[in-house]
């Protein structure tokens, strides 16, 4: 059976272990690059990563676009949205369909 993870910092991320996703503490970049490589290796299907860490892993992120498992997913952390997360799924929508459908070439 698949898991769902989280990472991103303590603040941000300690509430999903009450709705049982598995969560990861990381403040830095080069832990959270250490954390994402461990799940997308195991049995974590969708891996939740706040969008300043993110911002940070784009390379590595970018590795698994094309995987099957994990997806990799951005969400704001206790500072709001930057973002980020949203700009990624207009990239994917847009190499999908081969048009950018949701805004229509606006930002």
Known sequence: MYKIGVIGDRDSVLGFKAVG???F???RGDEAKKVLH??????????YIIEKLAAELTEDI???KDS??????????KEGAS????DNV?????RAVGADILFGGEK
């Not at 973002?83 to 949203?86: E, N, R, V």
């Not at 207009?90 to 847009?94: A, G, I, L």
């Open 90 to 94: 207009r990239k994917s929508v847009e």
């Open 83 to 86: 973002g980020t997360g949203m």
């Open 38 to 47: 461990q799940l997308a290796k195991g049995e974590y299907a969708i891996i």
């Open 21 to 23: 996703l598995d969560v």
């Open 68 to 77: 099957r498992l994990p997806a990799i997913i951005p969400i704001p952390g």
């Open 62 to 64: 970018d590795k698994y």
């Open 25 to 27: 503490p990381c403040s």
